[in-house]
């Protein structure tokens, strides 16, 4: 059974950082791509960022420069830096992980960049 648990999320000044991190469990973690997708209150879920099985990353235009995408294979888990924070960062973070045809997704974790 593939599972997702989050965590690192918290309140945030504007240009403040965080790093969020996600241990997946199930499956063969070292060959599955990973990434990360928010929402916004009132907002559809948006896709940030991806990383392959070879390290390869991709990143939502907004977040590039930024935010950075990193996997521990060891330790079955994916990273997400996030530094200079914008309050339009703030939602709901999902860790999401394609596995047998399916899509899984984490609980979420909450960031909030506010004054």
């Known amino acids: 059974q593939v599972q997702l648990v989050e965590s690192g999320g918290g309140l945030v000044q504007p240009g403040g950082s965080l790093r969020l991190s996600c241990v997946a469990s199930?499956?063969?973690?070292?060959?599955?791509?990973m990434g990360w997708y928010r929402q916004a209150l009132g907002s559809q879920r948006e896709w940030v960022a991806t990383i392959n099985s070879g390290g390869g990353t991709n990143y939502k235009d907004s977040v590039k420069g930024r935010f950075t995408i990193s996997r521990d294979n060891a330790k079955n888990t994916v990273h997400l830096q996030m530094n200079s924070l914008k309050p339009e960062d703030t939602a709901v973070y999902y860790c999401w992980r394609p596995y047998g045809g399916r899509n899984y997704w984490g609980q979420g974790t909450q960031v909030t960049v506010s004054s």
């Open positions: 199930g499956g063969i973690f070292e060959i599955d791509a």
